[in-house]
Every structure is written in C-alpha cells, then in structure tokens.
C-alpha cells in the first residue's frame, strides 16, 4: 500500500483530532473544577474535625487552669483563715498571683459581707458582686476544728458584673471568704502551647446553668462558623464553654492544596490540549503534504510525459554519451538520423562514440575536450558517419553533465542534420565566388577594352576634326567635310561613354582614388554649367541658379564633383523640352550637410522607375528617351561618386512635372569657418 493510500485511509481519524484540543480543554475544566469542589469539601471536613480537637484541647486546658486556681486558692483560704495582718496578706496575694496570673485581685471579705482585705494594692471588686456571692456561700461554713475542704463544693463560682471576669469564693471556718477575679479574656483566649492560634474562634463565652453567659470576642472576622459547646466542672456547679470557630481560617492552612489540585489541573488540561494540538497540526500538514506530494505527483507525472513526447517526437537528435565514449540514451530522431534500428542496436554498435561517430580525427578529439573545459558548447559542425558508412553533416550543441563531486561524466546534447544546408552554403559560396570572379572578368575586360579603344578613337577623334575643319586645304566635295564632322561628334560620343565605362569600372573594382582638396564651389558650379550652356542655347532651355551670395568651401575630388555635376545638368538638359528650365541650387542644410541640388521642368519618370534608371545600362522607355539616345550610365555614375565621397543622391520625379536631383555631402567635408567663397 502507498503511502497517499494509507493517508487517506487515516482521514476519518486525523479528522477527529482536529476536535480533540477544545473537548479536552472542556473536559479538563469541569474535572478540575470538580476535583477542587471536592478536595474543598474534604478540606472542609478535615478543618471541622480540626477545629472539634482543637476546641476540646482548649476546652480541657481552660479545665486544668481552673483546677489550679481552685486548688491553689483553697490551700491560700485555709492559711488565710486567721485573718492575718495587711502586709502578710499582700504578701500571700502576692504569691498566689505570682503563681496564677489569671487572677487579677483578690479580697478577704468578712462574715458581714464586707471587704475587709483587696489586693494587690488599688485592685477593687465590686461590692454588689460580692454581697451575691457571699449569698451564695453556705451560712457558718465548715464545722470549727475540722479541715477544709477542697473540691468542687468548697468553691462558689459566679460571673462578674463586668461580663468580662469570673468571681471565685471560698468560704472559711471563720464565716468569713477569700473573693478571686479571673480576667475571662487571659483565661480563654491564652495561646496553649501546641494548639491552633486564638484567632482561629470568632467567638468565646462562658456560661452557666442558668443562663449566666460571658463573651470573649478575639475580633477576628469570620466567613463560616461552626458551633462547639464543651462542660466545665468550676467550684460547686457545672458550667459550659461555648466556641465558635473560623472554618475559613482553618482552612486556609490547607488552601494549597485546592490551589494545587487547580494548578495541576489547569496544566493537565494544557499539556493534554497541547499535544492534541500539535497532533492535529501534524495531522492538518500530514493533509496539506498528502495534497502536495499528490499535486506534485500530477505535476511530475505531466511533465514527464510532456518531457516523454517532447524527447521521442523531436526532430532533432538528442543523446546522452559518457566522457569515455559509450551511449547512455539517444532518441528515436538520433537512431534514424544514424540509421539504426533501435536504441540498444545503436548502444550496443557504438562502443566509442567519438571515434566511431566523427570522420574527421580533430573533432572527434575537439568536440568532447571543448564541452568539458567550456562546460557548455553551441553548433559545432562536423561531418559524421551513419551505420552504412554514408556521411553526414550535423550540428552538435552539448552540456557537460557533473557528478556529486563536480567531475565530468557525461555529455548530454541534441544534433541537427545539416547536410542539405551545408549542400547549399557550399553551392552558395561557389556561386558568389563565380560571380564575383565574373564580375571581375567583367571590370577588368572592360577597363582593358576601354583603354584599348580609347587610342583608336583618339586617331579617328583628330583626324575627322581636321578633315572637318580642312585645316590643310579645301575639300573638293563639301559633303566630305560634313561626315567627317559626323564622324568627329561620334567618336567623341563614343569616348564620352568609353571613359563612363571605366570611370564606373574602376569604382566597382575598388581602384578609383580622391584626389581631394578645398574646392570653390562657385567656380565649380561656373565651369560645368558653361559644358551644358551651348546645349541649352540650342534646345530653347532656361539655365537658372539658386544659391546664396557665399558658399561654404568643400572637401572633395573636383574632377569627379565636375563630372557628377555635368551629368546631372547634361540629364536635366536632354529631358527638358523647349522653353523648359533647369536650374541649379545649393545651400547648408540644419545638419551642416551640403544640398546641391539640379532641378527641371522636363519629362520626369514615376516613382518605380526611379530604381531602374540608378542602374548601369538601363533606360526608361519613352519616345524623348529613344531621341535622346545614350547608354544609361550616367545616373549610376554619379551615385557610384557621390557615394565614393560618402554621401547620398537624393532623386524626386514625377511624369510631366521634371525631376529634382539632390546630391547631400556630409557636414564633415563642409568647411564653413575657412571663409566663404562668393557666388558670381
């Protein structure tokens, strides 16, 4: 079973978990809230019996003390029976006292019922007190010459009128009694040894039989209560001590341990809520990471067939090879590229790649050397061999492949066949060298027939000018003298194109050199329009000029600016009908360039065969253009030398409205700040 699978399986439970933290946290107040109710309660009745021993501890010493105070005062009665002197009986009070500080003063009353004797000195007892007292005492007391008794019934006890002490007498042989004061507050609320502090009862009080009561508050503040009443034997009667006890007080001893049950607890319940919370928040990731891994499983799964489909229907090879030459994997395009059947056939068949693959020994050493030392190479041709033994040529792009310590251990790339391209290179490079070998031919044959014709004509240019001009004598036929004419006008013709040709022969072939320097352009525009003035003349054409009183000077050849100019003006001149004008401007452009322009109001030409007149040896059909005559060579001429001074010709035509030529030089071979030559 999968991983996902028992995941899945264990949704339901790790569902329930996610409830888990705020049941316990619930579970675990009620159960200490519970737990302390009833450790509260326990406490409660630990405290009530607590209290219960203490108030017969108490109850039992209060009886104790009593006891000694009525024994001692019968043994002080019987040696006071003889009514001794003032100082003997301080000294005896002094004693008696001394021994039982609860008692407070004490008096020596007579048979009368009077005071005859208080101390210690200032000490009073109140004679209302004492008149009810002596009442009480039997008349005569013992019989004379016997002992006196001690006991309970030797003793009258009753409460004092201050509700605050308690009154003891003990009657005499003689009639007369020995009164003692006991301050109720030292005797009930001193602190025993042992026992609980005073401030555990609220409440303190002696009573009799017949409803006589003292109370002795300690002034402590209680907020629960409980009742305790315990029997007292005092003198002649039995009397009741009642006790109300703090039961908060008594619990406060034992608060702890409400509070630790609450402490604990509140940290089991913490602790139980902790770790169900952190179950549940492994169980949320152990979701959010089920549905991760089983998106990214979709993911991967997609991209390997992706990858799949990509790396067995690409048209391109695609290889794995070992440095060492063995095939590690190669596409279904790489196997039929190098016509094996299959993957294992070309694996098993290719035990070392590089030697078995490349024909050329250097690359088969270059191609791996280059990918491990560059890391990465692109489009390395070379020409290898397919199972047949036939060759091809392939275009190998590769990336080094690293191991976990950075060394090379295989090379993973794609190859391209190029075969039909590299067909087509060479076939082109063979072309083009072909027709730069013919061009040639051609610029070189018609340099060489240009100069050779050039002296031919030459002999013919002079001799029909003489003949024409029968500068050695008259011609007995005039009409020799008008052919020879003719045949002086054609040869120049004739040596007009022949020194086009080679001019335009010598720019394509490289060998045509500036001889630049600083031209005036006024006398430059002068002389070619004086070339084209004759010619204007007898076509009925107006030669205008457009250009400012000074011009700037020009770095340029001015043999061929000449002869650019006076083709241009010589084209203007041939297309221009009579009473036509032709004009010639130039200016300064915003660029610093220099603008020459040749303006006409001739024939013009469309746009789209602006293109084709620019080209060597070709004409626009029209019926002036077959008058005219010519061989074409006159606008590429100029372009050719205007673009030889790295500048541009501008043309502007349209059909029946002239042409307008510009030809632009650039603004570094215009020398504005050499002076400015004036336009005349």
Sequence with gaps: MSVLETARRRRPAVFFLTRGPILAALSGIVLTVLAAFYVHSMLSGVAQARLADEADARSRHVQQRLDRITATLGAEGNFLTANPAPSEFDRQVALLIDLRPEIRSVSWVGPGGRAQRTGPAGAEIDPTDLADLITAIPQGGPT?????????????????????SLLLAHATAAGASLVARIDLRDLLTLRMDGQADPA???????????????????GHAATATAEFSRALSIGDGVWWLDMTGDLQAGLARQAWEVEAVLIFGAALTLGVSLVLMVSRRRAHDRIILMDSLEQANAVLHASERKYRDIYENAVEGMFTITVGGAFLSANPALVRMLG???????????????????????ARVDFPRDVVERGAIQDFAAEIRRKDGSALWASLSARVLLDGIGRAYAIQGTADDITDRRRAEVALRLAKEQSEFASRSKTEFLANMSHELRTPLNAIIGFSEIIGSQSLGPIGNPAYAEYARDIHDSGRMLLDLINDILDLSKIEAGKRELNEHMVDLPRVFASCLRVVKERAIRGGINLQTEYADFLPRLRADEVALKQLLSNLLANAVKFTLKGGTVTLGAMVDGQGRLVITV????IGMRAEDIGRALEPFRQIENPLTRTTGGAGLGLPLVRALVELHDGRLEIES???????????????????????????
């Design 144 to 164: 004379p010459g016997t002992a006196m008794p001690t006991g309970d019934g030797a003793v009258t006890v009753r409460l004092g009128g201050d509700g605050a």
């Design 200 to 218: 555990l009862w609220t409440r303190l009080s002696l009573r009799s039989r017949a409803g006589e009561a003292a109370f002795v508050q300690t």
């Design 340 to 362: 094996y059947a299959s993957e294992e056939d070309l694996a098993n068949a290719m035990t070392d790649a590089w030697a078995q693959l490349f024909i050329d020994t250097r």
């Design 599 to 602: 303006a006409d109001t001739g």
């Design 654 to 680: 349209e059909p029946g409205m002239g042409t307008t030529a510009r030809v632009i030089m650039p603004a570094d071979r215009v020398w504005p700040d050499m002076g400015l030559v004036a336009a005349t």
